[in-house]
Structures are given as C-alpha cells and as structure tokens.
C-alpha cells in the first residue's frame, strides 16, 4: 500500500506531461486575412494559419526548403513575402495551384543554389509582381524562373551577378513592363533581347558594366535608367518612328557627347550629369552638327561636365524646358539674347562656372523664378540686367566679387555696380562672400525681399538707410563674419523682421529695438557683448522666441535682467551649454543656466553708508571716554585768596 502511495504521484506527474500540448511556435500576428510572422526565426509557417489567408509576411526567418510543407499547405495566397530568409530549393510546381498569387517576393535568400539544379521553379500561373533580387544569380539562371510567367508585369532581378543578357531571357514573360537590373555586373545585351517585350515601360539598368548603346529601338519604352555605368556613346537608330520614352538618366557615365536622341520623341526628363561631356555635339566630329530635337523637354541637368560653352542654338528646339542646371562646368559666357528663347524655363542653374560674360535680352526668359550664379568670381554686369527678369524670385550671388548701387540720386555710383532696386518681384537675395565693401542707401528700394544674405563681407560699411525700402517685407536679415563693431543702419524700421542672424562679429552693444520688435530669432553667437541692455531685452521679450549666446565675454551680474528672462520665460537657448559669464569671485566663467541672483548679491548702499556712521560714532565715543580719563588723572591746582 505504501509503494502505491509513492507511485502516484509519479503516476500522475507522467500522464500530466503527456497531456500537455506540444510547445508552440511564436505567434503570428493576423490582421482580417493578413499574416504577418516576420522575425520569430521559423523554418515553417504554423499548422493553425487560417484557411482563408491571403497575405502571408514570412520575411526575415530560417526557412531553408520551400515546399507545400513550409506554407502549411495553404494554397489561397494572393501576396507572399519570402525575402531574408536562407532558402535554397523550392519543391518544383509549388506555385501551381496557387492560382490567386499575383505577388511573390523571394529577395535576399540564396536561389543560386536551386538554379544549378536547372530546374525550373514550375508554372507561376497568375503572378504578376517578382522580386528576385540579392539572390547571387549570375547569367543564365533566371531562365529557371521566368520560364512560365505569363502574366509577370514587375520584375526585379537587381543586386545580382549578371553580366549578359540573352536574346531570349524573357522568352517566358512577355507581359512584363517593368524591369529592374540594377547593380548587376551586366556587359552585353544581346540584340533583340527586350524587343518581344511590347508592353515594357519602365527598364532600369543602372549601375553596370555597359560601355555603349549604338541602336535603342524601344519604341514603347517611357523610363530608361542607365545611370552609373561604363557608357561613351547613346545613339538611337534613325527612324521617323514614334518614341514614348518620357524619362532618360544617363548620368555618371562616361560620354564624351550629347547623346543622339529620336527625333520624333516626347522625351520631358534628360540626365547626363557627371559624365565627360566637353560638346553639346552629338558627333565625335566637331565640324559636323546634329539639331536636337527636344520640343517636350521640361528637365535637363548636364552638371559636372567640362563644357566651356552653351550656344543659344542649342536652345531652339526646347519649347518647354523648366529646368537647366549646367552647374559646375568650365562655361565662361552664357549669353540669351533672343527673345523667342527659354520662354518657360523657371530655374537655371550657372553656380561654379568660370563666367566672365552673362547677358540677357530684353523680354528674355519670361518665367524665370530662381538663377543660381555662386562660386563664378562674376566682377561686370550690365547694370539693369536683373530689372529685365520680370518674374525673379531667387537670386544666388554668392562668392562672387559684385559692387551694389545705391538708388539715391545724390549717390555717385562706381562704374561696375549693379542696381538690386526695383526689381518688383525678387523675394531672395543672396550677396555672402561678395568682397562687399560698402552698402549705400537705398540699394534695395522697391524690391520686396524677404530674405537678405549679406554674410562673409568683412569689413562692410551699412549705410544708416542702405535697407530703407524693406521695412514692410524683410522677414530674415543675415550678417554674420562681417567684422562688425556696430550697426549703423535702424533694424527697429524693419517691422516684419523675425530672424536675424549676427554671429561672428565684433558687437559690443545690441542693436535697438522698441517694443514694436517682431524679432523671433535672434544669433548672437562670437561677438563682443559684455551686458545686454535691459531696455533692448525688454522690448525682445514678447516676440523673442529662440536667442543663440554662445561665446560672449558676458558680464554675470550686469545681466540680471537676462537671467530672469533665461529662467522665467519660454525663450528657448540652444546653445545654452555654451553661453557664460564671468563672475567676479570665480576664477572660471559660469554657464548662466547655473547662475542664480544671490551669486550676485552685494551689500546695499544704505547699510553701507550707516556701517560707516556706526563705525564714525563708535570712535567718536571712544575718543570722549578716553579724553575724559586723561582729564581726572591730572592734579586738581589749589585755590589761594588774598586780602
């Protein structure tokens, strides 16, 4: 009896650990007909996953094998999502009856191994989105899964090993339309390798090895991507053929010439920056010119070339360009004299040139919003030659070497100058690192600029009314590394001032403000300024909303007044970590966040002046008591009467 009293419990502690169920997996995540069972580290997909699923996310775990068995034998997927795993084999005809999967991701795994079987993946009967890129596949092998795709319409085979693509790759898939290789190591593209492709759009060869197209003949095609490759020559074959392509980056090549487009095009997006190019010839010959044939064109970029020249001839067949960026070349002369020119073009882009010639016709250039001219040490204008753009609202200036003229009459302009007044519709002006020496009065005078960049002039002399003119317009002032000691010129005028930049300077005393000020941003940084004027802080107070002190020989208790308005108020300090003061029984400045008043506390006045009179009758008082103990030492002298 005693022996089946201890087997008992034995007994029961086994048949309980027979009763429990197996252990169970992570759990997915199921949204209505959504899985979701990203990173839990499966090698297969759970025996419980609803019947019904649609979209399975098994991205990011250890599956390895991929068959009916992985996916729990579930056949109803409409989007499968594979990538990042380690799968190597996939069981043959597994796709078959899934007759709903239109998406298939199977990136990141390792199908170079089941393509060396040279097996093919089977029938993907209804899939229409395939991405099998970061696969190691090399030449050959995505036969094995493009075999029987009738219905594959996006395709991505990019970050792979391929170096030649064969007349018949996509023999299988003749209903795709986009295609993505990029960064591949491909070499050759056979001819007639996507020309039974009538539906393709979108092909994206970047960043290869191709070295030259002589004969593009895709007709239907509307995005060609050949950026980052080997290429030296893009001709198309001569044909009166109609061309859909929409969209051409050739940039980061290695073209020595423009590229020879269809003429009968709708090209609207041409790229061939950072190339070689030094001709807007498409021939290698220089005495042999070929129009360009460009009517639809909104966007060319040609930057980081070695151009020297653009003739306006080049412009003649670009009716809709918007957008020209020729920035950094070697053009020294850019001239638009022609009034039928550059109609509709808003941006161009001349910065880091070597100009020494820029001119434009009266009436040229109608639209014309923002001109880029930094970095092209420009020294002559024509005076007027920004008043005959009438719709300019950015103009970059920087590092050049221009003198401004003043708009007063009794002003005696430099012959050089040039006049930034009355240009009705500039908005933003940018003059830093422009060896500015002076800046007389109403040098912007019925313009309306919001933004003012007179950084980088060292030494500038601001005429008392040189911004006379903005007081209604000028929301942000910039005027920092100018040497500055002080400003000459009224900022409390301006009354839409918000953002004002004066660091790194020379200031040694704010400039004024009323309470009037609407300034909202304030640097300060690398100047001068011992104490802040009370009245001036006062006035900042409520527009003041983010003030930068950082490195200033600020004075701790002068600037009580400040502390409260750091400690008390909503200003916000971004350099706070940087901004201290010196404090005169502390032999290292203190950051003014840990600066309190009492730090500062002296004796008053008042308590000076009656420690002193104490001090004045306690020795009065004791000089009365000690005259007084001479005086009873002394002998008393006898009195003597006569008769």
Not at 15 to 36: E, G, I, K, S, Y
Not at 136 to 151: C, I, K, Q, R
């Amino acid at each position: 009896m005693a022996a089946v009293q201890l087997l008992f419990p034995l007994l029961v502690s086994c048949v309980t650990a027979n009763a429990r169920p197996p252990r169970q997996l992570p759990a997915c995540q199921v949204v209505q007909m959504d899985v979701f069972c990203s990173n839990l580290n499966l090698r297969s997909a759970p025996l419980d996953l609803p019947h019904s699923v649609q979209m399975l996310d098994f991205s990011r775990n250890q599956v390895q094998n991929l068959s009916q068995e992985t996916l729990a034998y579930r056949t109803g997927f409409h989007h499968l999502n594979l990538h990042s795993n380690k799968i190597h084999f996939i069981q043959p005809g597994l796709f078959k009856d899934m007759t709903d999967l239109k998406v298939l991701d199977l990136s990141r795994n390792h199908l170079n191994v089941f393509a060396h079987s040279k097996t093919n993946i089977g029938p993907l009967t209804a899939v229409e989105s395939l991405d099998l890129s970061s696969n190691g596949l090399y030449t050959g092998m995505s036969d094995f899964f493009l075999a029987d795709s009738p219905a594959l319409a996006n395709l991505s085979l990019s970050s792979n090993s391929i170096t030649r693509i064969a007349q018949d790759t996509f023999s299988g898939s003749l209903s795709l339309e986009r295609i993505s290789l990029h960064n591949n190591v491909i070499l050759e593209i056979e001819d007639g390798a996507f020309d039974s492709l009538n539906h393709l759009t979108e092909l994206d060869l970047s960043k290869n090895s191709i070295t030259c197209i002589t004969d593009f003949n895709l007709c239907n095609l509307k995005v060609l991507n050949l950026s980052k490759n080997s290429m030296e020559f893009f001709q198309s074959v001569r044909s009166t053929d109609a061309y859909r392509l929409q969209l051409l980056d050739l940039s980061e090549n290695k073209m020595h010439y423009f590229p020879l487009l269809p003429r009968n095009n709708v090209l609207q997006h041409l790229d061939v920056s950072r190339n070689r190019l030094q001709s807007l010839n498409v021939t290698g010959s220089p005495d042999r010119s070929t129009t360009v044939y460009l009517y639809h064109l909104r966007f060319l970029d040609m930057s980081y070339n070695q151009l020297k020249v653009i003739p306006e001839s080049f412009f003649y067949c670009m009716a809709s360009l918007e957008v020209l960026n020729v920035s950094n070349n070697c053009i020294s002369s850019f001239v638009v004299s022609n009034e039928g020119l550059l109609q509709t073009v808003k941006i161009i882009n001349l910065s880091f040139n070597s100009l020494q010639t820029l001119m434009f016709g009266e009436n040229s250039m109608p639209s014309l919003e923002e001109l880029h001219l930094q970095g092209n040490d420009l020294t002559v204008l024509d005076h007027q030659i920004f008043q005959r753009l009438p719709n300019i609202r950015h103009l970059y200036l920087q590092e050049n070497d221009l003198e401004i003229c003043g708009a007063d009459k009794n002003h005696k302009n430099p012959p050089e100058c040039v006049f930034f007044s009355s240009i009705p519709s500039l908005q933003f002006l940018y003059l830093s690192e422009n060896n500015l020496q002076t800046l007389p009065s109403n040098a912007f005078a019925n313009t309306p600029l919001e933004l003012l960049d007179l950084s980088l002039n060292p030494g500038l002399d601001m005429h008392k009314d040189s911004l006379s003119g903005l007081e209604t317009s000028l929301v942000h002032l910039l005027l920092r590394e100018n040497n500055i000691s002080r400003l000459n010129t009224d900022l409390s005028s301006l009354k839409s001032l918000k953002h004002i930049d004066l660091s790194t300077n020379q200031l040694t005393t704010l400039p004024t403000w009323n309470k009037e000020s609407s300034i909202e941003s304030l640097n300060l940084q690398n100047n001068n300024l011992v104490t802040l004027e009370s009245s001036t802080m006062l006035a900042l107070e409520h527009s003041l909303k983010t003030l930068y002190m950082g490195s200033n020989p600020l004075s701790c208790c002068s600037n009580i007044g400040f502390l409260q308005m750091v400690q008390n108020s909503a200003l916000v300090i971004p350099d706070i970590e940087a901004v201290t003061c010196i404090l005169e029984d502390y032999s290292e400045p203190v950051n003014i966040g840990k600066l309190t008043e009492e730090m500062c506390q002296r004796p008053s006045t008042q308590n000076y002046i009656i420690a002193v009179v104490l001090t004045v009758l306690c020795v009065l008082i004791a000089l009365g008591v000690a005259i007084k103990c001479c005086q009873a030492r002394k002998p008393k002298p006898i009195r003597s009467f006569s008769a």
